[in-house]
């Protein structure tokens, strides 16, 4: 087929089979994907799941969005909120930790205090900015 005889109505339906092929492979990617997230499921029907999304790939995967469908979102949400917890304990780890800078202002406060004498101070001091 040349460029030529290539029109509107043949691009037009490329574009939609493109678009159709891009949902298609996201439906198997989250339903693979739910797959290996379900801790409950055994390797064995896992197994199984994926070789009927291989060889009948559209009856099975609106078997499984059927019969699983509710559990995929729970377990995503699951996911999402652990994620979401694992960052939050990471940003209080690290502001907790604070900055050179805020560490070297405590440390001076100390020493002005009286509460660091001058060989610690400089240990600390050293020891912070490396």
Known sequence: ????????????????????LVIWLWILISIISDLFR?????????????I???T?????????????GGGMRERAI???AEVQDQMNSYIREQAATGSPASELEKLSSLHEKGKLSDDEYAKMKAKITG
């Open 78 to 80: 699951a996911q999402q």
């Open 1 to 20: 087929m040349t460029l030529a005889t290539y029109g509107l109505t043949e691009a037009l339906g490329t574009a939609l089979a493109v678009f159709f």
């Open 56 to 68: 009948i790939t559209p009856l099975a995967a609106l078997i499984y969005l059927i019969a699983r």
């Open 52 to 54: 009927f999304l291989v």
């Open 38 to 50: 379900d801790h409950k499921l055994s390797g064995w029907a896992k197994a199984i799941w994926i």
